[in-house]
């Protein structure tokens, strides 16, 4: 069972919105703004999308997003396309001894 | 480019030990940190710690402590992971991913930016 909880799956057609959530407490996401997201296609090396909440690294579309509020992160992804299908992490620092956590994955179907 | 090459498949028999390798190239080898994830079938990521390749100071959560040992070696721009005492819940794809920039005060996680392609290591 992951620390931080994301629902196992999300759907959406192409050129909509969709947002998945990664609830966690107060020992991470709730106080630390070190929140990270990654996709994953299968077969692939993850990668990362948003870190420290809100910020993209280099070469990552601005059609992702994320943002926090409370002990809950969420990824935004506006206008889906066909090849954002894959299965997206949450990661977070948290003062307990695990160091970093990590959710349990939402699969992505894009209709 | 930036890039991590880890070490093929292994499968070992309970009880043994596997060393997995992870070596990078296109920048500073002893600049970042290097993580260590491993995800088993049907589970979610799970860390597994760092290992800090300019002092080779480690980090890993207690719940591997004493089985688990992170090394580096600078003239070969590599970094090791040796898990002992296998036991069949080990079995996953274990991942290198580079971390933070190595700074003289203490870590802070901003994630993982490059990661290796996996390596897939049976216990059976």
């Known amino acids: 069972q992951s620390a931080l909880t994301q629902p196992a799956s999300v759907s959406g057609s192409p050129g909509q919105s969709i947002t998945i959530s990664c609830s966690g407490t107060?020992?991470?996401?709730?106080?630390?703004?070190?929140v990270s997201w990654y996709q994953h296609h299968p077969g692939k090396a993850p990668k990362l999308m948003i870190y420290d909440v809100t910020k993209r690294p280099s070469g990552v579309s601005n059609r992702f997003s994320g943002s926090k509020s409370g002990n809950t992160a969420a990824l935004t992804i506006f206008g889906l396309q066909a090849e954002d299908e894959a299965v997206y992490y949450c990661?977070?620092?948290?003062?307990?001894?695990?160091?970093?956590?990590f959710g349990g994955g939402t699969k992505l179907t894009v209709l | 480019q930036v890039q991590l090459v880890q070490s093929g498949a292994e499968v070992r028999k309970p009880g043994a030990s596997v060393k997995v390798s992870c070596k990078a190239s296109g920048y500073s080898f002893t600049g970042y940190y290097m993580h260590w994830v491993r995800q088993a079938p049907g589970h979610g990521p799970e860390w597994m710690g760092w290992?800090?390749?300019?002092?080779?100071?480690?980090n890993y959560p207690q719940r591997f402590q004493g089985r688990v040992s992170m090394t580096r070696d600078t003239s070969i721009r590599t970094v090791y992971l040796e898990v002992s005492r296998l036991m069949s819940d080990d079995t996953a794809v274990y991942y290198c991913a580079r971390g933070t920039v190595v700074t003289s005060g203490a870590y802070i996680y901003h994630g993982l930016d490059v990661w290796g392609q996996g390596t897939t290591v049976t216990v059976s």
């Open positions: 990661s977070s620092y948290t003062s307990r001894s695990t160091y970093v956590v």
């Open positions: 290992i800090n390749p300019n002092s080779g100071g480690t």
């Open positions: 107060s020992s991470d996401i709730g106080t630390y703004n070190y």
